[in-house]
């Protein structure tokens, strides 16, 4: 009865890599977004999607494309990895009704790049 | 451009003590507030939301208040337990924008049994 799912927990590679994480909620919810953690464990937001639609897109390169297929899948792109691309990867899910807006979080994908 | 700040950044408590743990943020503009915790490791559990139109909220040993006058919330935990012990963080969203959570780099708290 996971709520909001990511996958890979962990992703290894190599610097010039492209790779994908994926991210899955059943809440019925209509905004997925994506936040990263780095070393120093501050989050940040990257990106937002309501009802498949692009409404955040923070200063982040565009070697990072999100993509949602549809309303509980928010999928993350990268690009040729960098070593400062090396983070904890987050997705989170809310149904904005007027103020309330509380986000649910994943678990968390690690990523390291060698 | 609002910032969120924690103070203080970790704290150490002897089980069953009461505890107050501090946001602030330099935007008064604050739409609304949520408190998480963070485990190590793990991802973040949603704690309370404090609506625009509310001061507080309370779960169980947690009570939370924003005050937007002065750009601060302060998240309370009655009788603490070691299970408490995690990271807390606060994050704020601003009117005109209130998908966007801005977070503070939270407050590590470690209770003793």
């Known amino acids: 009865d996971t709520a909001v799912s990511q996958t890979p927990k962990y992703l290894v590679t190599q610097m010039g890599n492209d790779k994908s994480i994926k991210c899955e909620q059943n809440?019925?919810?209509?905004?997925m977004y994506w936040y990263k953690q780095d070393s120093k464990k501050f989050l940040k937001i990257m990106f937002s999607?309501?009802?498949?639609?692009?409404?955040i897109n923070e200063t982040v390169p565009n070697r990072f494309s999100p993509k949602s297929p549809d309303k509980a899948h928010l999928n993350l792109h990268i690009n040729s990895l960098e070593l400062g691309d090396s983070a904890v990867y987050f997705c989170?899910?809310?149904?904005?009704?007027?103020?309330?807006?509380?986000?649910?979080f994943g678990p968390g994908t690690r990523l390291t790049v060698l | 451009k609002q910032e969120v700040t924690q103070i203080p950044a970790a704290l150490s408590v002897p089980e069953g003590e009461n505890l107050v743990l501090n946001c602030s943020f330099t935007d008064s503009a604050i739409y609304n507030l949520q408190w998480f915790r963070q485990d190590p490791g793990k991802g973040l559990t949603s704690l309370l939301l404090?609506?625009?139109?509310?001061r507080e909220q309370t779960s169980g040993r947690l009570n939370a208040s924003l005050d937007k006058s002065s750009g601060r919330s302060t998240l309370y935990i009655a009788a603490s337990q070691p299970g408490d012990s995690a990271t807390y963080l606060c994050a704020g969203a601003a009117q005109g924008g209130s998908e966007k959570l801005v977070f503070g780099k939270g407050t590590k708290l470690t209770v003793n049994p």
């Open positions: 999607y309501n009802n498949k639609e692009l409404i």
């Open positions: 809440l019925g919810h209509d905004t």
């Open positions: 404090i609506q625009s139109s509310q």
């Open positions: 989170a899910s809310s149904q904005l009704r007027g103020s309330y807006n509380e986000q649910f």
